[in-house]
């Protein structure tokens, strides 16, 4: 597991083990990110199923109900399955234009 701090933007890159077990590293070391947005890229993993883009749903559920951004990029994963509780995107690039977007929306009071 790779952290990169990018402004107010903690990037998670997970090259090996599982997302269940990126899930449980995460709980435990989310006081130290949780008031960063977060973007989790699982760019390098193979084929990842919707049930482990859900294993990350009650952390997604609490990090924005702390207004801030959680976002999964990956383009390996079917996007018309995942839950819209959650968000996914296939590439960055796209993960950083949603969390301006977000904060945009946060300063106007949506």
Do not use: C, W
Request: hydrophobic content about 40%.
């Amino acid at each position: 597991m790779i952290f990169d701090q990018d402004g107010s933007i903690t990037i998670i890159t997970q090259e090996k083990a599982t997302t269940i077990e990126l899930v449980k590293k995460l709980e435990t070391l989310y006081p130290k990110y949780k008031n960063n947005n977060i973007i989790i890229s699982l760019t390098t993993l193979g084929k990842i199923s919707t049930e482990e883009i859900i294993e990350f749903l009650q952390l997604s559920n609490t990090h924005r109900a702390s207004k801030h951004s959680f976002i999964i990029v990956t383009n390996k994963v079917d996007l018309d399955e995942v839950p819209d509780e959650i968000i996914v995107v296939p590439t960055l690039q796209e993960a950083y234009d949603i969390i301006e977007m977000e904060e945009m929306e946060r300063d106007l009071g949506f």
